[in-house]
């Protein structure tokens, strides 16, 4: 286990939440491009970070499936690989604006990131007819662990998906990140890739799946991300929420009167945005912005937008997003115990002078 290496190379780029386990934001500021540049990425950890050597990874496939066997680097490899554009956010990301505070880091808007994930579909790896008529729930390991408070003991990260989640081609066995091997922090030599979904479904440092004849019931699953109902079986965070948030203007920036470029990103789960609207006025009126189109369903989408400022004041812009399924986002989320999918509308105060 080593976590120095991490943040002696990502300290620049990242603001630090934490250091044991390593977690870390990207500035909104530095959301500069459509892919985050690797040592840019958000960094979510619960465990310190296991050093994995490419060479002698193994891959168990177990449990409920129909040919258990023993996977290294070279066999995935060996299938076609896919390439596409996906933006990773955690369930936590804009938790520090959810009032009154949760639980949990207290993330600004910088857990998101997105990158072009280079792998296989895991229903490529697992092949035709993979599970046994018993399989229920997919279960990935990871190879890190650590003692867990709430638990009493040590534990692996361990996650699963419904079988038809685990099944579909866009599900990926992870070993490229923008083009270059995955970085260790970022779950080397494979992590699994669900696209749509909050980043925690993304197992790091995938070491095991195994397929279970009842439905997985571990601590990150069942005790962690999910949102509690009252007297109804809790939410498990799945897909993301749809957002916009504002990158240009900063927050609190004093402004000379005149035209002002106003710009940021937008995303939601499995499908793009349609359309980004821009209120000037704390949300009386609001007016669609120019939205990028989307490079893949999962990627965010950069909008922009001309604002004629002529006039001095006190200003509070927002912006709010609806995808293509039409789901938009609420003026304020649902307060949770957790701090999970805070997707409610952001505000960003500014002077024009
Ligand atoms: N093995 C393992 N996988 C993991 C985690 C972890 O702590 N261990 N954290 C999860 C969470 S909560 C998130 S948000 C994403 C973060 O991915 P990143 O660190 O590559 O940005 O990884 C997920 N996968
Ligand atoms: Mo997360």
Redesign the pocket.
């Known amino acids: 286990m080593s976590t120095s290496s991490t943040e002696s190379s990502a300290t620049g780029d990242l603001v630090v939440l934490a250091t044991q ?1 390593f977690v870390a934001e990207t500035p909104l500021a530095r959301q500069t491009e459509n892919l985050t540049p690797n040592t840019r ?7 310190g970070v296991p050093t994995l050597d490419p060479g002698a990874w193994r891959l168990t496939i177990g449990g409920e499936v129909s040919r258990p066997r023993t996977l290294t680097l070279a066999d995935l490899r060996a299938l076609p690989a896919r390439t596409f554009d996906a933006t ?4 936590g990301n804009g938790r520090s604006f959810l009032p009154p505070p949760t639980e949990g880091n207290p993330f600004g808007y910088g ?1 998101v ?1 997105a990158a072009s994930w280079t792998g296989v579909s895991l229903r490529d790896v697992l092949g035709a007819d993979p599970f046994t008529g018993s399989a229920r729930d997919v279960l990935f390991v ?3 662990h650590g003692f867990e408070k709430n638990v009493g003991s040590d534990i692996s ?1 361990q996650r699963s998906l419904p079988v038809e989640v685990a099944l579909h081609p866009d599900t990926l066995l992870v070993f490229e990140m923008n083009g270059q091997p995955l970085p260790v ?3 080397a030599p494979v ?1 699994l890739l669900v696209p749509g979904w ?3 479904a ?4 995938l070491v095991e799946i195994r397929a279970l004849d009842h439905p997985f019931e571990g601590y990150f699953q069942k005790q962690r ?1 999910i949102i509690p109902n009252e007297g109804a079986a809790p939410t498990p965070v799945r897909e993301r929420g749809v957002r916009a948030i504002i990158i240009h203007p900063n927050a609190d920036e004093i402004m000379p009167a005149g035209k002002v470029e106003v710009s940021g990103l937008a995303w939601s789960g499995n499908q793009p945005v349609a359309r980004v609207e821009l209120s000037v006025d704390g949300g009386r009126s609001w007016t669609s912005t120019d939205l990028e189109a989307a490079s893949s369903p999962y990627a965010w989408q950069r909008w922009h937008m001309t604002w004629h400022a002529d006039r001095p004041g006190d200003y509070t812009l927002q912006v709010r997003a609806t995808d293509t399924a039409g789901r938009t986002q609420p003026e304020q989320a649902r307060w949770n115990l957790l701090g999970y999918s805070n997707n409610g509308i952001q505000s960003v105060s500014v002077q024009v002078r």
């Open positions: 386990p990425f958000f960094i979510r950890n619960h465990f990773v956010e955690c369930a857990a990131s990871g190879a890190d990260f922090e970022h779950g992590r909050y980043g925690v993304s197992v790091k440092w991300y």
